[in-house]
């Protein structure tokens, strides 16, 4: 069976010489290997206390990369402990969708407004004819 980690656990190892990462439910103490990542310990340091998945995919590491991976599980984290985050939408995403979202509001009530005048329009023209 194994090793269940909490995420709290994964959280508390942040630093160079206690770096522990989740990448796809997998825990990993990556110590010793801080000196020797291509991209420097910066960029893993920046990782710990998160899931960082989405960033090591956006990296598009190696097969060899992955291969060495294997080395450094502890273990796996316990997924009722990882907190639930929401998806990092950028700025100029926001805005967009946040235009998209009004033009649809103002569609709905200009809509709301169409119809009962359309349906008096009918009813008078109905009505118009109806009576000649």
């Known amino acids: 069976m ?3 980690i909490s995420f709290h656990d994964v959280a508390k190892h942040k630093c160079k010489n206690d770096c522990w990462i989740l990448i796809h439910g997998k825990v990993y103490d990556i110590s010793t ?18 899931d960082a998945s989405i960033d090591f995919e956006d990296v598009n590491h190696s097969k060899d990369a992955r291969e060495l991976m294997k080395k450094y599980c502890i273990g796996d984290v ?38 009962p005048l359309l349906i008096l329009g009918v009813a008078f023209a109905l009505r118009f004819y109806n009576n000649k």
């Not at 290997?33 to 998160?50: I, Q, R, S, W, Y």
């Not at 995403?93 to 009004?102: G, I, L, P, R, V």
């Open 2 to 4: 194994a090793n269940l």
């Open 33 to 50: 290997f801080m000196d020797e990542h291509p991209g420097g310990d910066n960029v893993l340091l920046a990782v710990t206390g998160k």
């Open 78 to 115: 316990d997924q009722s402990t990882v907190p639930v985050t929401q998806q990092y939408i950028p700025p100029w995403e926001k805005e967009s969708t946040a235009a998209e979202t009004t033009k649809e509001e103002s569609g709905k009530k200009l809509l709301i407004y169409l119809i």
